[in-house]
Every structure is written in structure tokens, then in C-alpha cells.
């Protein structure tokens, strides 16, 4: 079994919800733990102290960690919170990429500026702190890197464009991670988790289950036994694999004309799944 004892976890959001929880799952196996957090509304504005709380609670138990409440929206602030790793610990071992905001509208009514700020903060954050602990992964061979995707990115979810982009993207990102990370150790997979929180309080009341429930996913993608390169799907206990699916190919040769094409379009489009 993997040992977490004395390594270093980046929790980026870990001021409550599910980073919380994981946060809280790493440190009980001994881990140090960053616990990163803004801290602000659900929509990204505003300021709290929400990291030095889950602190108290780790240390209340006898856990180490250390708050940080820089946002993982901006290139400079993104460096900060691993800085603060390297100053407190001095290196990284694993991140989870996991804060995020919700500015839900339709395409027709969603501004640019909160289509943006969702994508700055989901996307565009992960790239940067994963940047940030990059090159210190690669100088130790080791390192576990998890992306917090989503099934709205990957299924799609009415009035969440900016945030399934957002959430698709690290799926993209992931894909290429794990080529360029693999031959180094570092290990990127993607979680598409499902609970309870500030999030998905709008929800019915029958959606999702506890944060706790899908923190073990995430120690697992995080341990020595991660595999690299998979979406796992962790809601209410319940486990699971997602992955792209490859339609048969159908040959339509050198003469292929448009007018070819669409007297086959029927079995392209809605062809058997082959792998
Ligand atoms: N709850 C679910 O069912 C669910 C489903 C799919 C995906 N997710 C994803 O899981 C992650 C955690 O969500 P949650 O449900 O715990 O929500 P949450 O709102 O409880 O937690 C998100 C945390 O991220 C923090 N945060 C926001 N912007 C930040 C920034 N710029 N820098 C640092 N911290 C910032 C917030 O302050 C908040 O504490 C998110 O990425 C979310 O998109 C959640």
C-alpha cells in the first residue's frame, strides 16, 4: 500500500467542499499539506480565511499543514502557492488541482468576461500551478498531478458552456501530461467527481453523496499504484472509468465526394463503438 507519510500535497480550493476533504484524507496519513484557498463566493469575487480553518482541523488531530490563500488564477499568485510548499517543505510531491467557481448561463447570456473568469480560474489555473511544480517533479522522477474535471465537461450540462470548456480542456491537457510526464514519473489523471457542497446545493437533495466518499479516489491517483492517463468518475461510494470511444472506420477511398459521403453519413455517424 502506498504511504503518504511525509509527502507534499498541494490542495488548491482545499478551504472547504471536496478539497477540504482531501485535504483532510492526506494529511491523516501523514502528509503535509498545503491547503490553498481564496476563500471567496461561488463565483470567484470576494476574500475569506477559509484555508486557516481546515488548518485548525488538521492540526486539531495531530496533522500537519500549512494555509495559503493565493488564487491559482494568475501566473504570479499560482508561483506563490508553491512557494509556500518549497519555503514550508521544500518540494512538491503531488498536486491536486481541484478550486473552481460556477458562472452558469446560457451561451446567448453568458458575457466573455464570465466566460473568462471561469475558464481563468478551472483551466488556466490548473495550468499554472501545475507549470509551477513541473520542473521539480521532473528533477526528482516522481510526482502525481490530478486534474478535477467534470461530467458537464464530458457529457455536457445545460448553462455550463464556460465551465464543460474549462472542464474538457483539462481532459486535453491530461492527455498530453501523460505522455510528456509518463517517461519522467510523473503521473496526471483526471478525476470527475460528484457531492454535496456550496456547488451543487441547487441540486435535488438525492444528487451526489459526501466529499469523503470521493477523497479516496483521489489518494489513489495520487499514490505509487496511480495509473496515468485515465478519468475517474468517484460520486456517493460509487467508482467508476470514463473514456472517448472510437467509432468503425468506413473507407470511402480516393474518390470520396460529398455526395458519397452522405449516402454513408448514416453508419459514420451512428456506426458501431469498436474500442
Ligand atoms: N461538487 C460536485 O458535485 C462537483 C462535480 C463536478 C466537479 N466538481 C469540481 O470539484 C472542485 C471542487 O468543487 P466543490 O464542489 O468542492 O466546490 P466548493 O465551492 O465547495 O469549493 C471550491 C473551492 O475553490 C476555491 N476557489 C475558487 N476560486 C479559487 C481561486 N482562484 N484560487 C484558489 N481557490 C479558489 C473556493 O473558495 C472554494 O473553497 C471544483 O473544481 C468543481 O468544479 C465538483
Redesign the pocket.
Known amino acids: 500500500m502506498s504511504d503518504f507519510k511525509d509527502k507534499v500535497v498541494i490542495v488548491?480550493?482545499?478551504?472547504?467542499?471536496?478539497?477540504r476533504s482531501h485535504a483532510i484524507e492526506f494529511a491523516k496519513r501523514g502528509a503535509k499539506v498545503v491547503v490553498?484557498?481564496?476563500?471567496?463566493a461561488?463565483d470567484?469575487t470576494g476574500f475569506g480565511n477559509?484555508a486557516q480553518s481546515v488548518v485548525d482541523e488538521i492540526t486539531h488531530f495531530g496533522g500537519t499543514a500549512f494555509a495559503n490563500t493565493?488564487?491559482?488564477?494568475e501566473e504570479g499568485s499560482a508561483q506563490n502557492i508553491v512557494d509556500t510548499a518549497l519555503n514550508t517543505y521544500g518540494t512538491v510531491d503531488i498536486l491536486v488541482n481541484?478550486?473552481?467557481?460556477l458562472r452558469d448561463k446560457t451561451f446567448q447570456n453568458v458575457t466573455m468576461e464570465n466566460f473568462r473568469a471561469v475558464i481563468d480560474?478551472?483551466l488556466m489555473?490548473a495550468v499554472y500551478v501545475t507549470s509551477a511544480v513541473w520542473s521539480i517533479m521532473v528533477a526528482k522522477g516522481w510526482g502525481r498531478i490530478v486534474l478535477?474535471?467534470?461530467?458537464?465537461g464530458i457529457f455536457g450540462n445545460f448553462g455550463q458552456s464556460n465551465?464543460a470548456a474549462a472542464?474538457m480542456g483539462l481532459v486535453g491537457l491530461m492527455n498530453v501530461l501523460k505522455l510528456e510526464g509518463g517517461r519522467k514519473g510523473i503521473h496526471t489523471n483526471c478525476l470527475?467527481?460528484?457531492?454535496?457542497?456550496?456547488?451543487?446545493e441547487s441540486l435535488p437533495a438525492q444528487s451526489?453523496g459526501s466529499?469523503h466518499q470521493v477523497s479516496p479516489a483521489v489518494l489513489y491517483l495520487s499514490s505509487d499504484e496511480a495509473p496515468n492517463g485515465i478519468i475517474l468518475q468517484a460520486?456517493g461510494g460509487h467508482f467508476s472509468v470514463l473514456r472517448m470511444s472510437h467509432g468503425e472506420s468506413v473507407n470511402l477511398g480516393e474518390g470520396v465526394s460529398y455526395e458519397s459521403f452522405l449516402e454513408k453519413a448514416e453508419s459514420i455517424v451512428n456506426g458501431k463503438i469498436i474500442s
Request: glycine share 24%; hydrophobic share 25%.
Open positions: 488548491t480550493g482545499a478551504g472547504r467542499g471536496l478539497g490553498n484557498d481564496l476563500g471567496g461561488i470567484g477559509t493565493d488564487s491559482v488564477a481541484n478550486a473552481g467557481i480560474v478551472h489555473g478535477t474535471s467534470s461530467e458537464s465551465y472542464k470527475a467527481p460528484g457531492a454535496r457542497t456550496r456547488m451543487t451526489g466529499p460520486s
